[in-house]
Nanobody
Framework: QVQLVESGGGLVQPGGSLRLSCAASGSIFSRNTMAWYRQASGKERELVALITTAGNTNYADSVKGRFTISRDNARNTVYLQMSSLKPEDTAVYYC????????WGQGTQVTVSS
């Protein structure tokens, strides 16, 4: 059964940092490219960053140079290190595979505000 559990969100000031974690079930993690997605209020969900099973990464232009995605294959966990955060990064952040499964976790709220 697919399970995705995101954590690490919170309230942070502009310019601050956060590290998100996502624990994924082995069935979805081990053979798939994994990604972080986000959905801001009133907007569609968008892909933020992805990482292949080989460790290759790709980022949305809006987060390039500020966010870093990584994965720990032994722990079935994917991370998103976010720095230089901006108010426009405010959203609920989710992890899923690429292409995404219909099963989503609860997400973790990131709010960037002074």
């Amino acid at each position: 059964q697919v399970q995705l559990v995101e954590s690490g969100g919170g309230l942070v000031q502009p310019g601050g940092s956060l590290r998100l974690s996502c624990a994924a079930s082995g069935s979805i993690f081990s053979r798939n490219t994994m990604a972080w997605y986000r959905q801001a209020s009133g907007k569609e969900r968008e892909l933020v960053a992805l990482i292949t099973t080989a460790g290759n990464t790709n980022y949305a232009d809006s987060v390039k140079g500020r966010f870093t995605i990584s994965r720990d294959n032994a722990r079935n966990t994917v991370y998103l290190q976010m720095s230089s955060l901006k108010p426009e990064d405010t959203a609920v952040y989710y992890c899923n595979k690429v292409p995404y499964s219909i099963v989503w976790g609860q997400g973790t709220q990131v709010t960037v505000s002074s």
